[in-house]
């Protein structure tokens, strides 16, 4: 039954994925609809108008509008309805990604968008040359197209509108077919005081109402985009708060195993001191107390992500003492080679949670050494600007597609090998930077490697968030 309304909601989407352009089509067609009745009336009460003309001008709005739809349809494939859940499970919930562009926002649609309501000024402006001009009580449509301009698309192209709006009022008190049942042609004898007066008070009124209506709309444009940004940052710390209680779980259930290792490992160093060995086996033991202080160092911060380290202090730091850290629990730190930068600049002050931001920016190099093979060599430096520090991490493997790059930081999306990632580090990362309020960014070249820039606030710790460490 639930796939079943899905499956008929499906040609609904597509409207609601094209935005205020469906709005644009549906207008246009009452529009023709109204021009239509207006005409029939006037038959019906015996108004003698040009009625070849006026028809004329309401097909070619009904061909232009048509047009238009049939071209919004099929303009953008990637508008396609997206479904929460699969159907064999039943799926009932219809979502369209937030992040996800309208069709408004496509140059061409946009410019098609202003050209169609530049047309239609132009068109009321001849269908009342033929019926009256500005004694034709329809002249107030004017402000009905610049209020609808002014909601549907940028503030600049609304201005156009009114521009060729006065233009086109100004023409009619010049010169129109005049229609006896309504009245006297105004000033028939040129522009006199009346005919200035309507002209200034049209100026005014059409300058008023495409302000009020464009300075609103870009208001009620601003306060969605928080709003949606806030629903995304709140969706995304849901999902940071399952990940720290996931990782909990899994620092609780590894600790036991992973201290039997530890044990046994040290056992067998101490019977196996004093026996002739190969030193390969004295190599192996040393590589397992290795990996396993460096398992502690993990669980130690797994479990940091969802307990007190959710509300770790900001700290004094400097870049390099930042750097010092980051390297800290880097991976083999012999093919990690970090760029100095001046005295001043390696000394500049910071306030940050210094193991989050350590973490992160560890999660990059230790990508930049799995994408860089078993003797690449990772590059780090930082640039320090008035309000902003810089960390450039540089890999030398073979870069990334830009279909790659578009789903980076996605969680759960990785390029490497089975069993050796899963897809949360860049994203974790991702999302630090961003709590931060700051940016992460990624060029690359296939065959030439990647970079990756994390641009971090120099922030007043007044003013600090709470951070996860990742």
């Known amino acids: 039954m639930n796939s079943a309304v899905s499956r008929l909601a499906l040609p609904l989407i597509p409207a609601a994925r094209l935005g205020s352009s469906t709005w644009l ?23 003698e108008l040009q009625y070849v003309a006026l028809l004329a001008f309401v097909g070619m709005t009904a061909i232009t509008n048509v047009t238009y739809g049939v071209y919004l349809r099929s303009s953008d494939p990637a508008l396609e309805p997206t479904i929460d859940g699969d159907e064999s499970e039943g799926a009932d919930k219809l979502q369209i990604d937030p992040e996800r562009p309208t069709i408004d926002d496509a140059p061409k649609v946009r410019t098609l968008t202003l050209g169609l ?12 040359y033929f019926s009256g001009g500005p004694t034709n009580p329809f002249s107030f449509f004017y402000f009905v197209n610049l209020a609808v301009g002014g909601v549907m698309i940028w503030p600049r192209a609304a201005w156009s509108m009114t521009a060729v709006a006065i233009a086109g009022y100004g023409l009619l008190l010049i010169d129109s077919v005049p ?3 309504l009245g006297p042609t105004i000033d028939p004898d040129g522009l006199g005081l009346r005919s200035i007066g309507l002209m200034l008070a049209f100026t005014t009124c059409a300058s008023v109402v495409t302000y009020f209506v464009t300075r609103t709309s870009g208001s009620l444009r601003a306060r969605e985009k928080e709003l949606r940004e806030s629903q995304l940052a709140k969706a995304a710390n849901r999902r940071i708060e399952a990940l720290t209680t996931l990782a909990a779980g899994a620092a609780h259930e590894l600790a036991t195993p992973l201290s039997t290792i530890d044990v046994i490992s040290r056992e ?28 502690r160092h993990i669980l130690q911060r797994m479990r940091g992500a969802a307990g007190d380290s959710m509300a770790q202090q900001w700290y004094k730091t400097t870049v390099g003492e930042l750097i010092d850290a980051t390297l800290e629990g880097v991976r083999d730190p012999h093919r990690v080679d970090v760029i100095d930068g001046s005295e001043d600049d ?3 002050t910071l306030w940050m949670p210094e193991e989050a931001v350590a973490q992160a920016i560890r999660n990059l190099i230790h990508n930049g050494l799995d994408a860089s093979g078993s003797s690449g060599r990772v590059k780090v430096e930082s640039r320090i600007g008035v309000q902003y520090v810089e960390f450039i991490v540089t890999d030398e493997g073979q870069g990334m597609t830009d279909e790659v790059l578009g789903r980076i930081g996605d969680p759960f999306f990785t390029t490497k090998e089975p069993g050796r990632g899963i897809g949360l580090g860049l994203y974790l990362t991702r999302n630090v930077v961003s709590q931060l309020g700051g940016s992460l960014q990624f060029s690359s070249i296939p065959g030439r490697g990647t970079s990756a820039v994390v641009k971090l606030p120099i922030a007043n710790p007044e003013n600090a968030p709470r951070v996860p460490v990742v």
């Open 25 to 47: 089509l549906h207008l246009r067609y009452f529009a023709i609809a109204g021009q239509l009745v207006a005409i029939v009336v006037s038959v019906i009460i015996g108004i």
């Open 117 to 128: 309501m530049l047309l239609d000024l132009m068109t009321l402006t001849a269908m009342l």
């Open 179 to 181: 229609v006896p049942e």
């Open 268 to 295: 067998l160093g101490r019977h196996l001191e004093g026996v002739e060995k190969p030193a390969s086996v004295a190599e192996d033991l040393r590589l397992i107390d290795h990996q396993l202080e460096l398992c």
């Open 346 to 348: 390696e000394s500049r």
